[in-house]
């Protein structure tokens, strides 16, 4: 069983468009699929994915209800697992996240690069709040982003001020924050947050790799890829070189994944 956490695809009609220009602001990075869900169930056929979660993100408030109502859509797959997203300077985010909660979605996908705020910002607090009164997840963009210049508002120490608010689960990406993994390993590790393990693979080093794991333990880490940026098939060559019992590799690869989205 492989369930990958972190993975993104667009509607059809806009996907080619989508994946062309983030793969542009991103200096040129190389899709591995073409966006559409289509796509991303061949690819996830090809590297022995069994489930897919699908990561949404509304980059304005005028695109929320569009990007959730496609969330909620592929949610009906089986082999799909959908979050939705919600925008800060939304009027309706609160009532927003109510329509995704009762629709099924099991969690949200926050980007504080395209979206415009720090994690640890005060003003984000009533939506944290309504998450986890919702019982939602909540997966955040951690660290650096290839398609934005510094400052970066979602660093280990934003995550870690953010989570007195929130009491639901938390995850942060790429390995608690791509790009600044030695804050993650200072920071964040031992604290009551989930990393997903997409985009480290040739990104990271491996003797990082290991301290993340060894310090923060395998019973909160999540496998992922980040596809289709890149390739689960990838990140499970840098895992394969770590340290790890049959039992961690399970936890990583399926079972933490499992508990959480109470599959």
């Given at each position: 069983m492989l369930i990958d956490f972190h993975t993104h695809a667009f509607p059809e009609k806009i996907a080619e468009r989508a994946v062309g220009k983030l793969a542009f602001d991103a200096g040129g990075l190389d899709p591995q699929?073409?966006?559409?869900v289509q796509s991303l169930k061949q690819q996830m056929t090809v590297d022995g994915v069994d489930i897919s979660v699908v990561q949404s993100i509304a980059t304005n408030p005028r695109q929320q209800a569009k990007v959730n109502d496609f969330a909620i859509g592929i949610n009906k797959d089986p082999?799909?697992?959908a979050f939705g997203s919600v925008h800060p300077d939304a009027p309706d985010a609160l009532e927003e996240l109510k329509r995704l909660a009762e629709a099924g979605i099991k969690g949200i996908k926050l980007h504080p690069e395209y979206q415009g705020f720090y994690a640890d910002d005060p003003r984000m607090k009533p939506i944290y709040k309504k998450i986890s009164e919702l019982g939602l997840i909540t997966l955040f963009h951690a660290g650096q982003d290839y398609g934005f210049p510094p400052p970066y508002h979602a660093m280990p120490e934003h995550l870690k001020n953010a989570l007195k608010w929130f009491d639901?689960?938390?995850v942060a990406a790429h390995w608690g924050g791509y790009g600044c993994f030695f804050e993650?390993?200072?920071k964040l590790c031992g604290e009551h947050i989930w990393f997903d393990l997409s985009f480290g693979y040739c990104s990271m080093p491996k003797a990082v790799?290991?301290?993340i794991v060894d310090k923060h333990g395998t019973d909160r880490l999540l496998f992922g890829s980040d596809m289709p940026w890149h390739r689960p098939a990838w990140e499970m060559r840098l895992l394969n070189t770590l340290d790890l019992s049959e039992e961690d590799?399970?936890?990583i690869f399926w079972r933490n994944a499992s508990n959480l989205l109470k599959l």
């Open positions: 699929t073409d966006g559409t082999a799909i697992v639901s689960p938390v993650v390993l200072e790799a290991q301290a590799r399970q936890n």
